[in-house]
């Protein structure tokens, strides 16, 4: 892809329109709302007691990528600065417009639209909200869009160089967030069913291409991540491939969705939560574990067997809270008044969304890939914990597609007056 001056120009100006909206944003609201930027996921805390001491104290519930962000601010700038962190989450809200610029421009070959999609992105309240909370989701939805990029570059050329960019991106969000890690083997098997379309973009797609698809960038990402898994087997003594939090999760899912998440309720999500925390003591303590001093690891271990037993009794069970959770992961937010505009705003993005995909032709490959992602981490989260919060990522990469469209939709209006106004003017 070359760029002009032009390009290179608005690139900048998307850099700069990113820095500026996140700053502005950022430190007026945590001068407002301190409290609204607690430590609540104790990424900070993680990523303080790396600074201190360069380890992470043999802790494995959470992936290293964004504690060791906030770690290196924190060496640099000192300990909990949150001005530090904001300008660190502006600069990652800069990224995001200016590397979707890129992709706009790559897919698509158009300046204009590219431009407009980096600003629309920039200027999403959803994503803007993120910027002065230490949460991680700036940073996971940046690498998370360049895990997809890398895919439509690997389903677009088929050469070994994509492939193991797929395979890196892939490992690097992974080690941010681990519920990518199994996209390559989602998309592969996605392709088997798609070729078998006659009219859809995967329709040509070599069978034995798909192999590859599946094994190099599982391989790559494998070897990306593998570092830390064996840190942690060093730590633990266990084989852990990122995190270990899957149990703890599935419970607080499964609570949630007892309790039908999916509806709104003036009840904050927090104190649902701080209810299924006060549930999960008691299972401890029924097992005679003291929840006080039981380690992260040991309490993992519990819910994670529940997990499997309750999958293995009820397997209906567990559909009928994946089917629950579904709605929930669009519009759960933590206020009755924040899941309307989390309700608000999934419906028009996935109508529109659902509109480009079946009018835009152009690239028609990259909306699907984007809906194979979008249902990806949809159902995944569903079987797990599904809030908000989590489908951040998604929305960036439906902009992408919905400005295509709108832009094509333009195009084709202009050029059917332009004919119109031609044929009046020869029967004139």
Known sequence: MKLTSQDRNNILLVLLLGM????AFGLSFYARFPEKCDDIDEFGLLAARFAADLTFGGSVRRAPVYPFLLSTIYLVFGPHNHTALIAFQALCLSFLGAGFYLFSKKAYGSSQLALGTGFLIILNPFVI????????ELVFTLLTSVMVFAAYLALRYRTPRTLIFF???????????AVTLLFPLFLALSLVVLRTRPSGPFSHFPMKKIAGFLLIPTAVAALTISPWTIRNRIVTGRWILVSTNLGVEYHRGDYLARHNSFLISRKTLVDTLGDCVAEENRILQGLGKDPALISGLE?????RNLMWEDIRSGPQQHILKTLKQIPAFWYKGNAWWTSLYFLGQSAVFLALFGTALFHLRRRRELGVLVGLFIV??????????????????????????????????????????EKGGSGDHRRG
């Open 20 to 23: 500026a909206v996140g700053l």
């Open 129 to 136: 909200w993120y910027v002065p909370r230490i949460w991680i």
């Open 167 to 177: 395979g890196l991106a892939t490992g690097l969000s992974a080690l941010c967030k």
């Open 299 to 303: 309490k993992e271990d519990v819910f």
């Open 376 to 417: 990806y981490m949809t159902l995944l989260h569903a079987s797990l914990v599904a809030i908000a919060r989590y489908s951040l990522p998604l929305y960036p990469l439906m902009t992408l597609v919905i400005a295509a469209w709108w832009m094509d939709k333009r195009q084709r209006l202009r050029e059917t007056r």
